[in-house]
């Protein structure tokens, strides 16, 4: 039985190889800064905190670049661990990207519509909530209200019909619309610390 071995490289062939990892390195190096450049767009209008992390992002970048030029075979594991703290940061960089709007703003959407009537939907913030944890979190959206813009005065006649006709079936036509809208208020505004009192 034939055991195939593989042929010992010769230092020639070693050093090839070795210049080939390198290159190979330095493109995915060159891929991190592309990310760490749009990063860096991203944290123009961040706080100081994603700032600093930028900071540290540099100095990390640039001690992985000399451990490309000097070991090249021990650096995949060092772009591959600084990739994960790049998308930290990004993520880290999304939360300061929230609007700040007064407790009382409306939210006049435009989609989605009323799942009846497809009038404009009406959204209005009226609980809001904080990490209990970090007292420098974002508020945000809490709990919401959304009416719609053909709803009539509730001292009306036509109100007992027209409710009839909107929330007949609350959970099918309105609870997936209102997840959705908490979701999207969450994810891009934010409310000033008052909200909290």
Known sequence: MRKSRTPRLTSKRRRKALRV???RQQQRLGQFFSRLNSASLSIEFATANATAALLGLEHSAAKVGELVR???ERSAMAIGELLKVVDLVQDHVEVFQRKLVPMNHVFKMRNPRC???GGQLLV???EWQQD???PKADVLAGGIEVDCEHE?????DEWDEWHRGHYSRPYVD???VETALLEWIQKNYRFPLEAMN
């Open 70 to 72: 000097l070991a090249p």
């Open 132 to 134: 209990a944890h970090d």
């Open 115 to 117: 799942p009846i009537c």
């Open 21 to 23: 990892q390198a290159l």
């Open 124 to 126: 209005q913030v009226y």
């Open 152 to 156: 009539p005065d509730i001292d009306t």
């Open 174 to 176: 309105w609870l997936p």
